[in-house]
Nanobody
Framework: QVQLVESGGGLVQAGGSLRLSCAASGRTFSVGTMGWFRQAPGKERVFVAAISWRGGTAYNEDSVKGRFTISRDNTKNTVYLQMNSLKPDDTAVYYC???????????????WGQGTQVTVSS
């Protein structure tokens, strides 16, 4: 099993920045691709970004369009999401996910964190 713990969420004004972190523990040798998802109130959870073990990245271009950057530090078993130029529409619970797969584009993940709240005020 792999446990994921997110941190870094909070309240920020529009135009500001936040950096989310997700630390993996447990059987981390099995972790391949990691990703970030978000769920706004009353909406479904949607894909934000993913990063393979080797550093390949994918983004939901429609929603983040160069404002968000995903990265990872394999030595620390941690994935990050740098969020700049935040908008009120970015308000959501952000979830970290991990997969045993090495593929970048995935339809499902094996492990999920509990989520961290990001609130962007106008």
């Amino acid at each position: 099993q792999v446990q994921l713990v997110e941190s870094g969420g909070g309240l920020v004004q529009a135009g500001g920045s936040l950096r989310l972190s997700c630390a993996a523990s447990g059987r981390t040798f099995s972790v391949g691709t990691m990703g970030w998802f978000r769920q706004a109130p009353g909406k479904e959870r949607v894909f934000v970004a993913a990063i393979s073990w080797r550093g390949g990245t994918a983004y939901n271009e429609d929603s983040v369009k160069g404002r968000f950057t995903i990265s990872r530090d394999n030595t620390k078993n941690t994935v990050y999401l740098q969020m700049n130029s935040l908008k009120p529409d970015d308000t959501a619970v952000y979830y970290c996910a991990a997969s045993r797969s090495s593929k970048l584009i995935l339809t499902e993940y094996d492990y999920w964190g509990q989520g961290t709240q990001v609130t962007v005020s106008s």
